[in-house]
């Protein structure tokens, strides 16, 4: 453009009001001003794990260097929006003229903005295309900005950032989200007929797609010549198929759910959400535990399960190393995040109350507890707990019913700390229990509360950190590669929530394969070549199913169930979540030692055996003035449970006998008499487990009444509150039920 124009367009400008502020704008700061629609969600080192879209309004994808953009698009563009874009300075006035001559004589052409002009536009929103056109202040402010972008801008950052910045169709704004949701690939790999039309859209962005393809079939046949006619045809299929195509998922990656979760938190502390959220998450180990959890998911099919979780967690700095919300494909219910979603954790919350039984001196390892059936009476009535396996091993150390996740012996330990002082200490290691013990009652032992895997595994880190509990972290400062063991990141928000001896002692036990042999086996998939230590938990009616272990360095939480909490079918502890558990865990520690902790000061080992041979003599650990050497049972300990005590409250004393007991009725048992029913048909039989006596040598009681000898006897009720004794010979009582009766009296 000759100086006598340039001046007079700057004149035009200044006559026009055309504001000039904005013109010096540098190619680099319309770079880094660009922002994404979609945050990347980056691992610990760097590399991109998930992207996640946080623009609702447009959709655009990152900023795309000219070299990575399909040479043909390039072509394409220039071709069918201005074919002298490397020839001018800005302003077309070739075009200009052509324009202004067709205006005149009232006939169509094609314009005269050129491509800088139109990135002007794009650049100053005083300068955008209204719904009624552009004025002619508009115009000549486009004029002015365009040569001034030519004397500051090369020519391929002009087509750079035009190409990033022009809206397409609808949302879309910029190549890198037109090509990925319209092509289902990155600019670089657009071809022909693809390039044709994209440039169709950035004329006629919202067009039908048969007019697209006659657009794009010009653009085409610039770039080809005549002999893109045949080509032209496949182009009206293709702008059809192409303009319905939504490729671009708004979520990708392998890490939804923790992904939402930071972009949440970044949203709260930032109007603008960012282009990248740094992860403490390690993407070697998030991809390895979300396809060994598919893959063991896929095994159980047929076995009604489809859902799962997975948490790994750095022991000495809480950052989270793995975070898998859901199986993705594999779940109907892909949204629901199982790492944060509460489940009822079952048997995993017996290493805590043993902790607390330990710390307060109420237990020692060595303690016996009597696992048989026991009966207690609650505000809605008796509870009675069951075993796994529906058997009862007898009298066992507190040691073996840990680690062989007995039930019975857990509720007899809860009854001596309470539920109440139990939940107190599940609330204190970050467990939120939506209501209090008393809510619960003694079923809090068997993880009858709902609990998220997050919080669980959390506590169990607590374990192997000797009882001290620290917050997890997110987002942190980039450790050594994974395995390095050096330069790891200090916990914060810590507190000491666990005595460390009691924490000490059920690590040990949840490590001892010996003592999780009568439930598991001494090979069982828990048992690994390293120190670790593990516990498994299933929920009623098999619904959940849950493993968590620590070893030296990282804690590993597994949940398995279906989110809609449906029940599983024959899936156990062992084959259910404790396989993923038990891969990952060899995966940590394929070139990594696992050492055992080493014991707290003050903590006192001593040799113990057991009266009857109830046990093998071993090596116990104690809390100090709590150690003995002798375990064995009183031949007058009771062998029910009631709500008032329990069997082998602090240590144990000793003898042998097994006293007989009162199977039917249940302690707390209410009988309704029916009048119109006859009284004969009325009795109440009353049933024993004699324990080895004889049976003639038993009596039963109502009160001051014996009523019938031996295994069983028939009772005539009558209203009242009555006590039911069975006794020996010499009116020893061995067991009693207390019942109620109600309704009118026999006659």
């Not at 702008?239 to 939504?246: F, H, K, N, T």
């Amino acid at each position: 453009m000759n100086s006598n124009l340039r001046r007079t367009l700057l004149a035009l400008a200044i006559g026009c009001g055309v504001a000039t502020s904005a013109l010096a704008v540098g190619f680099e700061q319309v770079r880094d001003d660009f922002h994404p629609s979609e945050t990347l969600l980056l691992d610990r080192h760097g590399e991109p794990i998930h992207r996640l879209r946080s623009n609702a309004t447009v959709r655009r994808g990152e900023w795309v260097d000219l070299q990575r953009i399909s040479p043909a698009l390039r072509q394409a563009l220039v071709l069918s929006e201005d074919k002298r874009f490397h020839e001018h300075s800005g302003v077309d006035w070739q075009a200009v003229t052509a324009a202004a001559w067709a205006n005149l004589w009232n006939t169509r052409t094609r314009g005269a903005s050129t491509l800088t002009m139109q990135l002007a536009g794009l650049l100053d929103e005083d300068l955008r295309l209204g719904s009624g056109g552009r004025t002619l202040r508009q115009k000549i402010g486009q004029a002015v900005m365009a040569t001034r972008l030519e004397r500051s801008w090369r020519k391929d950052q002009i087509l750079e950032a035009y190409l990033n910045l022009v809206p397409f169709r609808g949302e879309l704004v910029g190549i890198d989200a037109l090509s990925r949701t319209l092509f289902a690939k990155a600019p670089h790999g657009l071809q022909d007929g693809e390039a044709a039309i994209a440039a169709a859209l950035v004329r006629a962005p919202n067009a039908r797609p048969a007019l697209v393809a006659q657009r794009a079939c010009g653009v085409l046949k610039a770039m080809r010549g005549e002999g893109a006619v045949t080509d032209c045809v496949a182009l009206d299929m293709q702008a059809e198929v192409v303009l319905a195509r939504r490729a671009w998922q708004p979520s990708e990656g392998i890490a939804p759910h923790l992904a939402r979760r930071l972009l949440a938190q970044a949203r709260a502390d930032a109007a603008e959400p960012p282009a990248t959220l740094r992860s403490t998450l390690d993407a070697g180990l998030q991809r390895l535990a979300l396809n060994t959890l598919q893959q063991h998911l896929r095994e159980l099919h047929g076995r009604n399960v489809e859902d799962g979780a997975v948490v790994v967690l750095d022991n000495a700095s809480g950052e989270v190393l793995a975070w898998v919300g859901s199986s993705g494909t594999l779940s109907q219910a892909a949204e629901v995040d199982g790492v944060l979603a509460p489940r009822q954790p079952g048997s995993t919350l017996k290493p805590f109350l043993y902790a607390q039984a330990i710390a307060e001196r109420r237990l020692t390892a060595a303690s016996l507890l009597d696992d048989s059936p026991a009966h207690l009476k609650t505000a809605s009535g008796l509870y009675i707990p069951q075993n796994y396996d529906r058997r009862f091993k007898g009298w066992v150390s507190a040691r073996t019913a840990l680690a062989a996740s007995l039930n019975v012996p857990a509720v007899r330990a809860l009854v001596m700390v309470s539920p109440d002082a139990f939940a107190r200490q599940l609330q204190a290691l970050g467990i939120g229990l939506r209501e209090g013990g008393g809510y619960y009652g003694y079923s809090l032992a068997l993880g009858s509360p709902e609990v998220p895997l997050l919080q669980l595994t959390n506590a169990y880190r607590a374990l192997a950190n000797g009882g001290r509990l620290c917050e997890v972290r997110l987002q942190a400062p980039l450790p050594p590669p994974l395995g390095t063991g050096q330069g790891r990141g200090q916990a914060s928000n810590c507190a000491q929530i666990l005595d460390p001896a009691a924490a000490f002692i059920v690590t040990d036990i949840m490590a001892d394969r010996n003592a999780r042999a009568p439930t598991f086996g001494t090979d069982s998939i828990l048992a690994t070549r390293f120190w670790s230590a593990v516990k498994t938990g299933t929920s009623k009616d098999m619904r959940d199913n849950w493993a968590v272990g620590f070893s030296e360095r990282y804690t590993v939480g597994v949940w398995i169930g279906n989110a809609g909490g449906a029940p599983m079918w024959d899936v156990s502890g062992t084959s259910g979540a404790a396989p993923v558990w038990a891969a990952l865990m060899r995966h940590l520690h394929a070139r990594m030692p696992s050492r055992a902790p080493g014991p707290p000061a003050g903590l006192i080992e001593a040799p113990v055996r057991f009266g009857d041979g109830l046990e093998a003599a071993r090596r116990e650990w104690f809390l100090p003035g709590t150690e003995q050497t002798l375990f064995a049972v009183d031949g007058d300990a009771p062998r029910t449970l009631t709500a008032s005590g329990a069997t082998g409250e602090g240590l144990q004393p000793t003898a042998s006998a097994v006293p007989a007991r009162i199977t039917t009725p249940q302690d707390g048992t209410i009988l309704a008499l029916d009048p119109d029913i006859p009284p004969a048909r009325q009795r109440l039989s009353l049933r024993a487990d004699t324990g080895g006596a004889a049976s003639a040598s038993l009596h039963w009681w109502i009160g001051a009444r014996e009523i019938g000898r031996g295994e069983q006897a028939q009772w005539l009720p009558w209203p009242g509150r009555h006590l039911v004794q069975l006794r020996d010979v010499q009116g020893r009582v061995h067991d009693e039920r207390h019942i109620e009766v109600r309704g009118a009296a026999a006659r």
